[in-house]
């Protein structure tokens, strides 16, 4: 998407540097400590089902809550109405709150859901149990890079709205709506990434 909207991302360091910055050295000796720990419990057959079934259904009515939530029809429905000497910062300001309260939505729903679902593999056997610590400490310690990652995407949006502002000062509006919401589902399907991993170590996972 953001090559298609020119504007190529640039060249991240090694994942491996970024890793050593972001997890401190206690952080190495709790993950550690985890991975050392041989798994005990056997998995429970039951438990791994009705969690599968339980986080699939919980992942599309998600979906389905956060897509709805990502269309402002009031917002929409002014594509072609004619400002009042306003500029366009000021016509902006709706569009970036709305843009910055879905993203706080996404967060938290996306968060809670997560936790839940790592709930739901401690109970299905030991090892997922660990997988589900392991992804307790990746989630922590990226929260803060991801943090200021997504804070800026509402300039990559207001840099899209001036442009089609100034290819058309009276239809901007509707092709603004429809990257402000291409732009949530992208940022959604990033932050369920780890959730899909999670759904799928459950619903393949094989007891020793």
């Known amino acids: 998407m953001l090559r298609q909207w020119s504007m190529a991302p640039g060249s991240p360091t090694p994942a491996a540097a970024r890793l050593g910055a972001w997890f401190g050295w206690a952080d190495a000796i709790e993950i550690s400590q985890v991975l ?8 429970s057959e039951a438990a791994r089902t009705e969690s599968t079934y339980w986080a699939s259904t919980e ?6 809550e956060l897509a709805s939530s990502f269309n402002h029809t009031e917002l ?3 594509s072609e109405s004619i400002s009042d000497g306003a500029s366009l910062t000021e016509l902006l300001v709706p569009y970036l709150q709305h843009f910055t ?3 706080r939505v996404i967060e938290s729903r ?3 859901f997560r936790m839940r679902l790592r709930a739901s593999l401690a109970r299905a056997s030991d090892e997922l149990a660990r997988l589900a610590q392991l992804d307790d400490y990746i989630e922590r310690a ?3 890079p991801q943090l200021r990652a997504m804070a800026g995407l509402s300039a990559l949006l207001e840099t899209r709205a001036r442009k089609h502002y100034a ?3 009276l239809r901007w ?7 402000l919401q291409r732009l949530l589902r992208a940022e959604l399907d990033q932050k369920l990434q780890p959730v899909l991993g999670l759904i799928e170590a459950l619903s393949t996972h094989i007891p020793p």
């Open 173 to 179: 509006r509707a092709r603004l709506c429809s990257d």
């Open 59 to 64: 992942l599309e009515r998600l979906q389905a």
């Open 36 to 43: 050392a720990t041989p798994p005990g419990r056997a998995a």
């Open 110 to 112: 996306t968060s809670a």
């Open 167 to 169: 290819v058309d000062p």
């Open 142 to 144: 990226m929260a803060s």
């Open 101 to 103: 309260q879905q993203q």
């Open 76 to 78: 929409a429905c002014e």
